[in-house]
């Protein structure tokens, strides 16, 4: 079974741009959550999709969205781009998304913001 | 509230050493899954193991033990005779009773020396 996927893995914006990251799940898998990795925050969570509807939303500003599909894969759409939202980006998909589900993770999209 | 600790910021061993991380949780749910990932360089998180509240069996995998004791409320991990392959950061996650948000840990970075 081929694992997430994410694209692309490396991205480089300029304050004030707007990026969009993808993500395609593990075949089956109908959650999909999104994390933002930092150094001095470590991994935080993002919003989390389940048949294309947001279940989970963590604490960040409303210039972070995303979207599911039907065939489950999810886009991240980050606008108006700041400095501090240089980051790695991870998607992890799992089945259902409720405990006991294990959660499996993408490489990262490594966004750098100039 | 959830809570996970991995006091150990960095460890630095050399090879054939054996190692522990430790992972101290808070949880006040009675059903609860505590995991392991490993994050290389590359940056992907690579799924170890899932324990759930109601298993302290004690697990070995090859090089690998989990100790997870309710007692004191820790899951820690041991890596037997360390490789430089296993240098990589590695996090402790929980997830309570219906949670779908997993906590993680701030990672313990392992640098294994030859």
């Known amino acids: 079974k081929a694992g997430v996927t994410q694209t692309p893995r490396y991205l480089i914006k300029t304050r004030g741009q707007q990026v969009t990251l993808s993500c395609s799940p593990i075949?089956?898998?109908?959650?999909v959550s999104w994390y933002q990795q930092t150094p001095g925050q470590g991994l935080q969570f993002l919003f989390e999709?389940?048949?294309?509807?947001?279940?989970n939303k963590g604490n960040f500003p409303g210039r972070f969205s995303g979207r599911q599909f039907s065939n489950s894969r999810s886009e991240m759409n980050v606008s108006t781009l700041e400095l501090g939202d240089s980051a790695l980006y991870l998607c992890?998909?799992?089945?259902?998304?409720?405990?006991?589900?294990?959660?499996?993770f993408g490489p990262g999209t490594r966004l750098t913001v100039l | 509230a959830q809570k996970v600790t991995q006091a150990q910021t960095e460890i630095s061993v050399v090879e054939k050493e054996d190692v522990t991380l430790d992972c101290v949780y808070e949880?006040?749910?009675?059903?609860?899954?505590l995991f392991w990932y490993k994050q290389p360089p590359s940056g992907e998180l690579v799924f170890l193991i899932r324990?759930?509240?109601?298993?302290?069996q004690n697990e070995i995998s090859g090089r690998y033990s989990w100790n997870f004791q309710k007692s004191t409320s820790s899951f820690n991990f041991t890596i037997t005779a360390s490789q430089v392959v296993d240098s990589a950061v590695y996090f402790c996650?929980?997830?309570?009773?219906?949670?779908?948000?997993?906590?993680f840990g701030r990672g313990t970075s392992l640098i294994v020396h030859p």
């Open positions: 996650a929980l997830r309570s009773g219906g949670s779908y948000i997993p906590t």
């Open positions: 075949s089956g898998h109908r959650s």
């Open positions: 992890a998909s799992s089945f259902q998304g409720a405990p006991p589900d294990t959660q499996y």
């Open positions: 949880t006040r749910d009675t059903t609860y899954y």
């Open positions: 324990r759930n509240s109601f298993d302290e």
């Open positions: 999709y389940f048949s294309e509807t947001q279940r």
